[in-house]
């Protein structure tokens, strides 16, 4: 009315425009669209003459009021629409970080206890409301078996609780099943069975009950209790598949275990009971270089079931950590020539050339097992090269460590076999080469208890090294 002396009736008409815009922004669409028509009513009322009547005295005016109502049920409605996709967004945007966040949680669980107490946390939090997960025991749901170290419900619903486990349906507060239950659950149903159930109690004083059960938090609470069981199918899954796969690992285990034993248990035995029988039966008939074979036969055999045995006790003991090593420092030299000196019957006809640099720190090792590695290393090359073809041990100092090479000439390590042959019971493959496939295991157990490594490479020209690096004396003292 101010303005009406200094404005055109069509400018006044914007006014009422503006003051629709602002009411469709604060308001629900009905007082909008009902505000549309009260601003024509007005602007008629106030703004055109004759004022304070509803008469019209240009009847050009109602062209003027139809425009004004269409442009302004327009602006309402579109305005409505729009706050309620931002209202919606929102909602959405609420309900995707909500999710994630419990995708997150979910992601670094690998107990299935632990991933529902850390669901209920989260679902505390984004309803505001007490909630608590009850998981089963020994097939039947149980309160005592909860997420929550407080019992938010009566003793008495335990029965409702079974009820939405044994069914996979909702029930309890405001369902058809058990309406007047304090609090609603919800089945933790995954893919093919139901792992549990979600008991939601809402806090009745903040009004949280009528939030809880608004259509998109209810469906908000049935993603979060589907997540919680996908999460827990995927832990029962992992465990099941681990569980499988150690029992597939131990079963393959006791197969080589079993295969080598057959063999290389039952070849010397047979050996040494051939042999026996012979020297029992037939003494008096043999010569005596015979009689010397048979017990030099006897002897090798019986020093190779021993050491098969000793390998398999090793093993063992590495495995379950009962051995403790005996370190002190030791010249390197020392150890490879007890080695070699030990080993002179198994390398008859073999050239072995030491190249062991000049000034090479004390290692601190137990020179008893680091030597077994030697011996292991030295008897497999023998083993797997052309026989009279030579065998090299080198050792050299790099800053921080002592590297030990053992170097062959035979047919080398297949590509993608340099990890696999320091596997337990893997034997390279080669005929009429007997082994349990231990050495080199026990090789890489040693070294690694001296915080070292071990590793098969090749060698230009034909051939393998083992290099083995141990850490100097300099860092033993820092560490």
Request: charged share 25%; proline share 5%.
């Amino acid at each position: 009315m101010l303005l009406r002396d200094t404005l055109a009736p069509t400018n006044l008409a914007m006014v009422y425009l503006g003051g629709v815009v602002v009411v469709a922004m604060r308001c629900s669409r009905w007082i909008s669209v009902t505000v549309s028509f009260l601003s024509v009513a007005a602007f008629d009322f106030f703004c055109v003459p004759p004022y304070l009547t509803f008469a019209v005295s240009d009847y050009q005016y109602v062209f003027t009021f139809a425009g004004m109502l269409v442009v302004a049920l327009v602006i309402s409605t579109q305005t409505a629409r729009l706050k309620d996709h931002a209202a919606q967004a929102a909602v959405r945007e609420a309900r995707t970080e909500a999710l994630y966040r419990l995708s997150s949680k979910l992601a670094g669980e690998t107990r299935v206890f632990e991933a529902a107490r850390a669901a209920a946390a989260l679902a505390e939090e984004v309803f505001g409301a007490r909630v608590v997960m009850f998981l089963p025991e020994d097939g039947k749901l149980s309160f005592r078996r909860r997420t929550s170290d407080v019992l938010p419900v009566p003793p008495s619903e335990e029965t409702i609780a079974q009820w939405v486990f044994d069914h996979g349906h909702r029930a309890g507060l405001r369902t058809d099943a058990h309406p007047d239950a304090t609090a609603l659950y919800l089945p933790l149903r995954g893919a093919r069975e139901t792992f549990g159930v979600l008991a939601v109690v809402p806090d009745v004083a903040a009004n949280v009950e009528n939030r809880i059960f608004a259509p998109e938090q209810q469906q908000l609470l049935e993603v979060f209790a589907s997540q919680t069981a996908l999460a827990i199918e995927r832990t029962t899954s992992q465990r099941s598949a681990e569980e499988t796969r150690v029992h597939m690992q131990t079963e393959q285990m006791r197969s080589s275990l079993l295969s080598a034993m057959s063999h290389d248990l039952r070849t010397p035995l047979a050996s040494i009971t051939g042999a026996a029988s012979t020297l029992r039966s037939q003494s008096d008939r043999l010569p005596l270089e015979t009689k010397q074979e048979l017990l030099e036969s006897i002897s090798d055999e019986a020093e190779r079931l021993s050491r098969l045995v000793g390998n398999l006790l090793d093993m063992t003991r590495f495995e379950s950590g009962g051995v403790e090593l005996r370190r002190d420092f030791y010249p390197l030299e020392e150890i490879v020539g007890t080695v070699l000196q030990r080993m002179e019957s198994q390398l008859h006809g073999r050239t072995v050339i030491t190249d062991l640099a000049e000034n090479l720190p004390m290692v601190f090792v137990d020179d008893v097992l680091i030597g077994q590695v030697l011996w292991n290393l030295l008897e497999n090359a023998a083993k797997y090269t052309p026989p009279g073809s030579p065998l090299e041990l080198a050792a050299f100092d790099e800053p921080e460590a002592v590297i030990i090479e053992v170097r062959d000439r035979g047919p080398g390590i297949p590509p993608g076999e340099e990890e696999r042959i320091f596997e337990k019971f893997y034997r390279g493959k080669s005929d009429n080469v007997r082994g349990a496939g231990l050495g080199l295991p026990i090789c890489r157990a040693i070294v690694q208890a001296h915080r070292g490594t071990i590793q098969a490479l090749g060698r230009q020209g034909g051939g393998t090294t083992f290099r083995i690096s141990l850490p100097s004396e300099s860092k033993m003292a820092s560490t």
